[in-house]
Protein backbone atom coordinates (compact mmCIF):
# COMPACT_ATOMS: atom_id res chain seq x y z
CA UNK A 1 0.00 0.00 0.00
CA UNK A 2 1.37 3.00 -1.07
CA UNK A 3 2.05 6.01 1.44
CA UNK A 4 -0.21 9.35 0.80
CA UNK A 5 1.02 12.44 2.51
CA UNK A 6 -1.18 14.43 4.33
CA UNK A 7 -2.22 17.83 3.52
CA UNK A 8 -1.24 19.48 6.42
CA UNK A 9 1.52 18.60 8.75
CA UNK A 10 1.20 20.60 11.93
CA UNK A 11 4.74 21.29 13.83
CA UNK A 12 4.16 21.66 17.46
CA UNK A 13 7.80 22.17 19.29
CA UNK A 14 7.52 21.79 23.41
CA UNK A 15 9.36 21.74 26.00
CA UNK A 16 8.07 21.18 30.11
CA UNK A 17 4.73 21.26 28.44
CA UNK A 18 2.67 18.78 30.56
CA UNK A 19 0.37 21.42 31.78
CA UNK A 20 -0.85 22.35 28.92
CA UNK A 21 -0.18 20.09 25.99
CA UNK A 22 -2.86 17.33 26.24
CA UNK A 23 -5.36 20.54 25.88
CA UNK A 24 -3.65 21.14 23.01
CA UNK A 25 -3.39 17.94 21.34
CA UNK A 26 -6.68 17.27 21.61
CA UNK A 27 -7.60 20.18 19.84
CA UNK A 28 -6.22 18.97 17.31
CA UNK A 29 -7.42 15.25 17.51
CA UNK A 30 -10.87 17.35 16.94
CA UNK A 31 -10.77 19.15 14.23
CA UNK A 32 -13.10 18.30 11.52
CA UNK A 33 -10.56 17.26 9.03
CA UNK A 34 -8.56 14.57 9.38
CA UNK A 35 -6.14 15.21 6.38
CA UNK A 36 -2.98 15.86 8.79
CA UNK A 37 -0.41 14.64 10.20
CA UNK A 38 1.01 15.91 13.98
CA UNK A 39 4.95 16.47 14.77
CA UNK A 40 5.39 16.76 17.86
CA UNK A 41 9.26 18.14 18.33
CA UNK A 42 10.33 17.53 22.36
CA UNK A 43 13.02 19.92 22.66
CA UNK A 44 14.75 18.49 26.09
CA UNK A 45 11.42 18.42 28.18
CA UNK A 46 12.44 16.98 32.02
CA UNK A 47 8.51 16.84 32.98
CA UNK A 48 5.57 15.07 32.28
CA UNK A 49 5.74 16.30 28.89
CA UNK A 50 7.30 12.91 27.22
CA UNK A 51 4.61 10.50 28.58
CA UNK A 52 1.44 12.66 27.71
CA UNK A 53 2.78 12.98 23.88
CA UNK A 54 4.19 8.69 24.15
CA UNK A 55 -0.05 8.13 25.69
CA UNK A 56 -1.83 10.53 22.68
CA UNK A 57 0.72 9.21 19.99
CA UNK A 58 -0.10 5.45 21.06
CA UNK A 59 -3.75 5.96 20.28
CA UNK A 60 -3.60 8.05 16.86
CA UNK A 61 -1.23 7.12 14.55
CA UNK A 62 -1.04 10.78 12.86
CA UNK A 63 1.01 11.33 15.80
CA UNK A 64 4.27 11.14 15.37
CA UNK A 65 6.86 12.09 18.29
CA UNK A 66 10.51 13.49 17.70
CA UNK A 67 13.34 13.58 20.88
CA UNK A 68 16.25 15.90 20.66
CA UNK A 69 18.34 17.44 23.75
CA UNK A 70 17.49 20.72 24.53
CA UNK A 71 18.87 22.42 21.20
CA UNK A 72 16.66 25.73 21.71
CA UNK A 73 13.23 26.91 20.08
CA UNK A 74 14.97 27.55 16.43
CA UNK A 75 16.33 24.27 16.09
CA UNK A 76 13.91 22.41 17.15
CA UNK A 77 11.27 24.00 14.82
CA UNK A 78 13.91 23.59 11.89
CA UNK A 79 14.19 19.41 12.79
CA UNK A 80 10.63 19.47 13.03
CA UNK A 81 10.04 21.05 9.50
CA UNK A 82 12.61 18.22 8.20
CA UNK A 83 10.34 15.48 9.18
CA UNK A 84 7.06 17.10 7.93
CA UNK A 85 5.82 15.55 4.87
CA UNK A 86 2.68 17.52 3.85
CA UNK A 87 2.67 20.48 1.15
CA UNK A 88 1.51 22.38 3.70
CA UNK A 89 3.01 23.10 7.78
CA UNK A 90 0.87 24.29 9.93
CA UNK A 91 2.34 26.20 13.33
CA UNK A 92 0.68 25.34 16.75
CA UNK A 93 2.41 25.51 19.97
CA UNK A 94 2.00 23.42 22.97
CA UNK A 95 0.11 26.14 25.14
CA UNK A 96 -2.41 27.06 22.65
CA UNK A 97 -6.07 25.82 21.18
CA UNK A 98 -7.30 25.47 18.11
CA UNK A 99 -11.11 25.58 16.98
CA UNK A 100 -11.90 22.44 15.29
CA UNK A 101 -12.53 23.95 11.93
CA UNK A 102 -8.72 25.77 12.00
CA UNK A 103 -7.14 23.25 9.31
CA UNK A 104 -10.48 22.99 7.02
CA UNK A 105 -10.89 26.40 6.88
CA UNK A 106 -6.96 27.50 6.30
CA UNK A 107 -6.73 24.90 3.64
CA UNK A 108 -9.58 26.13 1.95
CA UNK A 109 -8.65 29.90 1.90
CA UNK A 110 -5.14 28.21 0.67
CA UNK A 111 -7.16 26.27 -2.04
CA UNK A 112 -9.26 29.69 -2.71
CA UNK A 113 -6.29 32.17 -2.85
CA UNK A 114 -3.28 29.97 -5.24
CA UNK A 115 -0.97 33.00 -5.21
CA UNK A 116 -0.52 32.77 -1.24
CA UNK A 117 2.45 30.99 0.22
CA UNK A 118 1.43 31.49 3.83
CA UNK A 119 -1.86 31.69 5.44
CA UNK A 120 -2.09 32.74 8.78
CA UNK A 121 -5.65 33.50 10.67
CA UNK A 122 -7.40 35.75 13.07
CA UNK A 123 -6.42 34.70 16.59
CA UNK A 124 -8.37 35.34 20.27
CA UNK A 125 -6.04 36.07 22.98
CA UNK A 126 -5.48 34.12 25.82
CA UNK A 127 -3.81 36.46 28.69
CA UNK A 128 -5.00 39.41 31.09
CA UNK A 129 -1.77 41.37 29.94
CA UNK A 130 -3.20 44.71 27.85
CA UNK A 131 -0.48 45.66 26.35
CA UNK A 132 -0.25 42.36 24.67
CA UNK A 133 -4.27 42.38 24.39
CA UNK A 134 -3.74 45.49 22.05
CA UNK A 135 -1.29 43.99 20.12
CA UNK A 136 -3.45 41.31 19.42
CA UNK A 137 -6.26 43.53 18.00
CA UNK A 138 -3.34 45.49 16.09
CA UNK A 139 -2.90 41.85 14.43
CA UNK A 140 -6.42 41.09 13.19
CA UNK A 141 -6.59 44.38 11.75
CA UNK A 142 -4.10 43.14 9.22
CA UNK A 143 -5.51 40.80 6.85
CA UNK A 144 -5.26 41.47 3.37
CA UNK A 145 -1.61 40.70 1.52
CA UNK A 146 -1.19 44.00 1.03
CA UNK A 147 -1.61 45.30 4.67
CA UNK A 148 0.23 42.46 6.11
CA UNK A 149 3.22 43.69 3.76
CA UNK A 150 3.46 47.05 4.12
CA UNK A 151 3.01 47.06 7.81
CA UNK A 152 5.58 44.37 8.74
CA UNK A 153 7.95 46.65 9.66
CA UNK A 154 6.59 47.58 12.90
CA UNK A 155 5.71 44.20 14.61
CA UNK A 156 5.47 40.68 13.18
CA UNK A 157 1.99 41.19 10.76
CA UNK A 158 1.34 37.17 12.09
CA UNK A 159 1.21 35.52 15.42
CA UNK A 160 3.75 32.51 14.63
CA UNK A 161 1.51 29.33 15.93
CA UNK A 162 -1.15 30.78 13.35
CA UNK A 163 0.35 30.20 10.33
CA UNK A 164 0.25 27.32 7.52
CA UNK A 165 2.75 27.78 4.84
CA UNK A 166 3.68 25.71 2.04
CA UNK A 167 7.21 23.03 2.88
CA UNK A 168 8.94 24.00 -0.38
CA UNK A 169 8.97 27.79 0.68
CA UNK A 170 12.12 26.43 3.23
CA UNK A 171 13.37 24.50 -0.24
CA UNK A 172 13.55 27.99 -2.17
CA UNK A 173 14.06 30.42 0.51
CA UNK A 174 15.82 28.86 4.22
CA UNK A 175 13.91 28.29 6.87
CA UNK A 176 14.38 28.68 10.68
CA UNK A 177 18.02 30.21 11.65
CA UNK A 178 19.42 30.17 15.18
CA UNK A 179 20.47 33.55 16.36
CA UNK A 180 20.54 36.67 17.96
CA UNK A 181 16.75 37.11 16.75
CA UNK A 182 13.64 36.51 17.26
CA UNK A 183 13.37 33.23 14.52
CA UNK A 184 10.11 33.97 13.72
CA UNK A 185 9.99 37.57 12.88
CA UNK A 186 13.40 37.13 10.82
CA UNK A 187 11.89 34.18 8.71
CA UNK A 188 8.99 36.23 7.55
CA UNK A 189 10.86 39.58 6.39
CA UNK A 190 13.31 36.92 4.91
CA UNK A 191 10.47 35.34 2.66
CA UNK A 192 8.55 38.77 1.94
CA UNK A 193 11.83 40.35 1.12
CA UNK A 194 11.96 37.24 -1.34
CA UNK A 195 8.50 38.41 -2.66
CA UNK A 196 6.20 35.65 -0.50
CA UNK A 197 2.63 36.62 -0.07
CA UNK A 198 1.05 36.11 2.93
CA UNK A 199 -2.83 36.46 3.39
CA UNK A 200 -5.09 35.21 6.25
CA UNK A 201 -8.35 34.21 6.76
CA UNK A 202 -10.59 36.61 8.36
CA UNK A 203 -12.08 34.56 11.07
CA UNK A 204 -10.81 33.30 14.84
CA UNK A 205 -9.25 30.04 14.38
CA UNK A 206 -6.60 30.06 17.14
CA UNK A 207 -6.54 30.52 20.80
CA UNK A 208 -3.06 32.37 21.39
CA UNK A 209 -1.89 31.81 24.68
CA UNK A 210 0.21 34.46 26.97
CA UNK A 211 2.05 33.16 29.91
CA UNK A 212 4.23 34.99 31.90
CA UNK A 213 7.36 32.57 31.50
CA UNK A 214 6.99 33.22 27.40
CA UNK A 215 10.07 32.98 25.68
CA UNK A 216 9.21 36.38 23.60
CA UNK A 217 9.47 37.59 27.54
CA UNK A 218 12.33 35.92 28.94
CA UNK A 219 14.69 35.07 26.09
CA UNK A 220 17.16 37.94 24.81
CA UNK A 221 16.15 37.54 21.32
CA UNK A 222 13.39 38.91 21.58
CA UNK A 223 14.53 42.05 23.08
CA UNK A 224 13.32 45.38 21.44
CA UNK A 225 17.00 45.86 20.22
CA UNK A 226 17.25 42.45 18.82
CA UNK A 227 13.54 43.33 16.92
CA UNK A 228 15.23 46.74 15.94
CA UNK A 229 18.38 45.15 14.30
CA UNK A 230 16.51 42.71 12.13
CA UNK A 231 13.86 44.80 11.26
CA UNK A 232 16.36 47.30 9.71
CA UNK A 233 18.30 45.16 7.89
CA UNK A 234 15.48 43.91 5.59
CA UNK A 235 13.90 47.64 5.57
CA UNK A 236 17.49 48.75 3.95
CA UNK A 237 16.51 45.99 1.20
CA UNK A 238 13.24 47.32 1.04
CA UNK A 239 14.56 51.10 1.18
CA UNK A 240 17.61 49.93 -1.84
CA UNK A 241 14.86 48.16 -3.66
CA UNK A 242 11.59 50.78 -3.54
CA UNK A 243 12.75 54.04 -2.90
CA UNK A 244 14.45 56.33 -5.41
CA UNK A 245 17.91 57.03 -3.94
CA UNK A 246 17.69 60.59 -5.00
CA UNK A 247 15.04 61.26 -1.91
CA UNK A 248 16.47 62.23 1.50
CA UNK A 249 15.60 60.32 3.94
CA UNK A 250 13.77 61.41 6.94
CA UNK A 251 13.20 60.12 10.53
CA UNK A 252 9.45 60.79 12.35
CA UNK A 253 10.30 61.34 15.73
CA UNK A 254 13.65 63.51 17.39
CA UNK A 255 13.49 61.32 20.77
CA UNK A 256 17.17 59.54 21.39
CA UNK A 257 15.75 56.33 22.08
CA UNK A 258 13.50 56.43 18.59
CA UNK A 259 16.80 57.85 17.28
CA UNK A 260 19.00 54.93 18.11
CA UNK A 261 16.80 52.32 17.45
CA UNK A 262 17.39 53.08 14.41
CA UNK A 263 20.63 53.24 14.45
CA UNK A 264 20.95 49.72 12.69
CA UNK A 265 19.05 51.34 9.61
CA UNK A 266 22.42 54.07 9.24
CA UNK A 267 24.92 51.19 10.14
CA UNK A 268 23.28 49.89 6.73
CA UNK A 269 23.77 52.59 4.77
CA UNK A 270 20.76 54.91 4.96
CA UNK A 271 21.71 58.04 6.62
CA UNK A 272 18.91 60.33 7.97
CA UNK A 273 18.64 63.85 6.82
CA UNK A 274 16.99 65.00 9.65
CA UNK A 275 14.14 64.19 11.92
CA UNK A 276 10.12 65.34 12.47
CA UNK A 277 8.33 66.15 15.67
CA UNK A 278 6.08 67.69 17.25
CA UNK A 279 7.32 69.23 20.38
CA UNK A 280 7.59 72.76 19.61
CA UNK A 281 10.52 72.16 21.96
CA UNK A 282 12.65 70.58 19.78
CA UNK A 283 12.39 72.87 16.85
CA UNK A 284 15.60 73.99 15.03
CA UNK A 285 17.12 71.68 17.63
CA UNK A 286 20.14 69.77 15.77
CA UNK A 287 20.23 65.90 16.86
CA UNK A 288 23.13 64.20 15.93
CA UNK A 289 24.13 67.00 14.24
CA UNK A 290 21.35 66.57 11.63
CA UNK A 291 18.02 69.59 12.25
CA UNK A 292 14.53 68.72 13.50
CA UNK A 293 11.74 70.31 11.59
CA UNK A 294 7.97 70.59 13.17
CA UNK A 295 4.69 67.63 11.20
CA UNK A 296 3.73 71.31 9.37
CA UNK A 297 7.06 72.05 7.89
CA UNK A 298 7.05 68.96 6.24
CA UNK A 299 10.25 68.37 3.47
CA UNK A 300 9.16 68.80 -0.08
CA UNK A 301 7.36 65.21 -0.88
CA UNK A 302 8.98 64.61 -4.76
CA UNK A 303 12.38 64.42 -2.65
CA UNK A 304 11.82 63.04 0.24
CA UNK A 305 10.72 59.68 2.18
CA UNK A 306 9.57 59.67 5.80
CA UNK A 307 10.30 56.61 8.31
CA UNK A 308 7.66 57.27 11.14
CA UNK A 309 9.69 55.86 14.39
CA UNK A 310 7.19 56.29 16.45
CA UNK A 311 5.61 53.44 18.63
CA UNK A 312 2.78 54.66 20.39
CA UNK A 313 -0.37 53.44 18.51
CA UNK A 314 -2.54 56.64 18.84
CA UNK A 315 0.57 59.01 17.99
CA UNK A 316 1.11 56.18 14.90
CA UNK A 317 -2.37 56.75 13.88
CA UNK A 318 -2.68 60.72 14.31
CA UNK A 319 1.01 60.74 12.34
CA UNK A 320 -0.92 58.47 9.62
CA UNK A 321 -3.46 60.85 9.13
CA UNK A 322 -1.41 64.01 9.23
CA UNK A 323 0.62 62.30 6.42
CA UNK A 324 -2.39 61.14 4.17
CA UNK A 325 -4.06 64.34 4.48
CA UNK A 326 -0.92 66.44 2.82
CA UNK A 327 -1.03 64.14 0.17
CA UNK A 328 1.89 61.36 1.34
CA UNK A 329 0.61 58.16 0.44
CA UNK A 330 1.78 55.05 2.75
CA UNK A 331 4.32 52.65 1.19
CA UNK A 332 5.22 55.43 -1.68
CA UNK A 333 6.55 58.28 0.36
CA UNK A 334 6.40 56.90 4.09
CA UNK A 335 6.27 54.03 5.96
CA UNK A 336 5.69 52.71 9.80
CA UNK A 337 8.18 51.47 11.18
CA UNK A 338 7.50 51.31 15.08
Known amino acids: MSFQAPSASILMPVRNGAGTLDRAMQSIRSQSSEDWELIVVDDGSSDDTPRIRADLASRDHRIRPITLPPRGIARALQAGCDACRGEWIMRM ?36 AEGYAAHVDWLN ?27 NLIERHGGYRDGDFPEDYELWLRWMDAGVRFGKVPIELLEWSDPPGRLSRTDPRYSVESFYQTKCHYLARWLGANVDARRKLWLWGAGRVTRRRFDALEIEGFRFEGFIDVDPRKKNEHRDGRSVVMADELPEREFAFIIVGVGNRGARDRIGAHLLERGWIEGRDFLFAA
Open 93 to 128: DADDWMHPERIASQLAFADGNPDLAVVSCLVRYGGL
Open 141 to 167: SLVSPESIALRRFVESPVAHPSVMFRR
